[in-house]
């Protein structure tokens, strides 16, 4: 059960990051995920980093179910803290005749990653780093 814990704290981080808003917009909540082996797979995360004029940079039900989470894992939260945000774009957005949307879809990523990081910021000084990045 920890792993399956942790794989889904993991996905509610990875959907807040892409701002991936359609796995909660239907009848039934959290679709378009599988179970392979012992592992939890997402799929179909085409809906990540919607036009930030359309949905806003951050979706409610997005926003909502991160606020959920209190449990992390530290691995995943040091990678996001230490991610090279100077390179990544070129890595999240290889040039396409949609620059200019890519470029409003990069700045909605960064701000979620810092509210992403204040959140997880805010549990550690409020239950300590040992209970908040609990899982490896």
């Known amino acids: ?11 509610h981080v990875f959907d807040y990051l892409l701002n991936n808003w359609d796995r909660y917009s239907g009848a039934f909540p959290g679709v378009n995920c599988q179970w392979s082996g012992d592992r939890f797979v997402s ?20 926003r909502n179910n991160l606020a959920r989470v209190e449990v992390f ?3 995943t939260i040091d990678a996001i803290r230490w991610m090279d945000t100077d390179r990544l774009f070129g890595v999240l957005f290889p040039p396409s005749p949609a620059s200019d949307i890519d ?21 550690v000084a409020r239950y300590g780093a040992e209970i908040v990045l609990g899982f490896p």
């Not at 179909?44 to 997005?62: C, K, Q, S, T």
């Not at 470029?103 to 960064?110: E, P």
């Open 1 to 11: 059960a920890p792993s399956l814990a942790r794989q889904l704290s993991n996905l």
């Open 43 to 62: 799929i179909d995360n085409g809906a990540g980093f919607p036009d930030p004029r359309l949905h806003g940079v951050l979706n409610g039900r997005v």
């Open 103 to 123: 470029k409003r879809r990069y700045q909605a990523f960064l701000v979620r990653r810092e509210r992403l990081l204040a959140h997880v910021d805010g549990l």
């Open 73 to 75: 894992s530290r691995r």
